[in-house]
């Protein structure tokens, strides 16, 4: 990407106006009752060079939960706190073609980090003497990687998912029962919801991306926040399985490795390069933000970012 910040600007700028087209199509999703309760069409984007250059969009002020997009906070503590080859004798690393909250994938373990079986299995594995010690490693992570100050559980979409939780906790007993883990079932889905429920602005995300990008190393700090070969690990969990059971069309489209939330935001990795993050809260079937995936095609063409072509 090598461009002038003026050309980026100008470039991102007509990009997102192209991208007004899928306003008002999607869903937000009702399973989490605090998810309605959002302006549908709230939107805001954001672009982090490893070089530190910031790029922001749209409505940067608005707070948002992080959802399915904490897995990666989850995986790369449980990275950490076990062996990448302990991690995957309980989870799968394979992509899967059925929903990220379905029953169905699971079989001997869940199919990847990124679904919500498997997310549910990696928060088993982080460490700490009780729950919150867990979760405050957790923000933890998440605050030096976004450098948020802001960033703080929303208790409002905690509560509110806590309450409805009925298929996760049939997941997590699910788990449970066939050895994954031996901890309680609702310790570790209290765990998993909580991380689902952090909240970031677009800048936080992109900045989390940005680490992500530039090796682990902090983007301000320039200290190294994740180690190189959790990383690695990490983004190419991204590309193949990110974006739930659309990740094979979406990385052949957008070439870019993603994770997805239900919030409507998705955080992108352009390793060595740049991150992008989005908002946008309508959802397609696949729990995919319909513009921002779409926002990403069409920057991904514009500033050269497929990392395939
Ligand atoms: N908290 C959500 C859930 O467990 C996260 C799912 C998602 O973002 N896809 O259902």
Same mark, same amino acid.
């Given at each position: 990407m090598l461009l002038n910040k003026e050309l980026i600007d100008e470039k991102i700028r007509i990009a997102i106006e192209n991208s007004?087209?899928?306003?008002?199509k999607g869903e937000v999703p009702s399973? =989490?009752?605090?998810?309605?309760?959002?302006? @549908?069409?709230n939107f805001a984007f954001c672009l982090v060079g490893t070089t530190g250059d910031i790029f922001t969009y749209g409505d940067d002020e608005i707070v948002f939960s992080l959802q399915s997009i904490s897995k990666i906070l989850t995986l790369i503590l449980a990275l950490s706190d076990t062996t990448p080859a302990y991690l995957y004798s309980k989870v799968g690393s394979e992509p899967t073609s059925?929903?990220?909250?379905?029953?169905?994938?699971?079989?001997?373990?869940?199919?990847?980090?990124?679904i919500n079986a498997g997310a549910i299995t990696t928060s088993s594995m982080i460490l700490g003497s009780d729950n919150e010690e867990k979760f405050d490693r957790i923000l933890g992570l998440f605050r030096s990687m976004s450098?948020?100050?802001?960033?703080?559980?929303?208790e409002g979409i905690y509560t509110s998912e806590i309450a409805t939780a009925d298929r996760n906790k049939a997941i997590a007993y699910y788990l449970k029962s066939k050895g994954i883990f031996d901890q309680n079932p609702d310790e570790v889905l209290d765990l998993y919801i909580k991380a689902c429920s952090i909240g970031t602005n677009i800048e936080g995300l992109a900045m989390m991306g940005a680490v992500l990008a530039n090796k682990? =190393?902090? =983007?301000?700090? @320039?200290?190294?926040?994740?180690p190189e070969n959790i990383v690695q690990i990490v983004v190419s969990q991204m590309a193949s399985c990110?974006?739930?059971?659309?990740s094979g069309a979406y990385l052949m489209n957008v070439g870019i490795p993603s994770k997805s939330g239900v919030s409507g935001a998705i955080v992108g990795v352009v390793p060595e390069v740049c991150s992008l993050a989005v908002y946008s809260p309508r959802l397609d079937k696949t729990g995919n933000s319909v513009r921002g995936k779409g926002l990403f095609k069409i920057i991904s063409q514009d500033l050269g970012l497929n990392i395939f072509v």
């Open positions: 007004k087209k899928y306003i008002g399973y =989490i009752p605090e998810l309605l309760n959002v302006d @549908r069409d059925y929903e990220f909250n379905s029953l169905i994938p699971i079989g001997d373990k869940a199919a990847n980090p990124f450098e948020f100050e802001g960033t703080k559980m929303d682990g =190393i902090g =983007i301000k700090t @320039r200290e190294m926040i994740v990110g974006m739930y059971e659309n």
